[in-house]
Nanobody
């Protein structure tokens, strides 16, 4: 049984930082491309960042330079370090594991507000 469990969300002031984690079980983690997506209220889900199985990273223009995706294969965990947060970053953030199949976590809420 595959599970992706996110954590680390919360309420933060504009300009602040949060680190999200997503721990996977039931998959050969090192084979998977791992990604973060987000969905704001009333909007479609959008891609945020991806790290490939070999560690290559890509970012959406809206977060490049502020967010950093990384992973620890030994812990089956992918991270999203979010700095200089803006109110428009408010969303539910979900992680995705993609290889032969596509798996999703349940999401964690990030709220950026003063």
């Amino acid at each position: 049984q595959v599970q992706l469990v996110e954590s680390g969300g919360g309420l933060v002031q504009p300009g602040g930082s949060l680190r999200l984690s997503c721990t996977a079980s039931g998959i050969r983690f090192m084979l998977y491309s791992m990604g973060w997506y987000r969905q704001a209220p009333g909007k479609q889900r959008e891609w945020v960042a991806t790290i490939s199985s070999i560690g290559r990273t890509n970012y959406a223009d809206s977060v490049r330079g502020r967010f950093t995706i990384s992973k620890d294969n030994a812990k089956n965990t992918v991270y999203l370090q979010m700095n200089s947060l803006k109110p428009e970053d408010t969303a539910i953030y979900s992680c995705n594991a993609r290889y032969a199949s596509d798996y999703w976590g349940q999401g964690t809420q990030v709220t950026v507000s003063s």
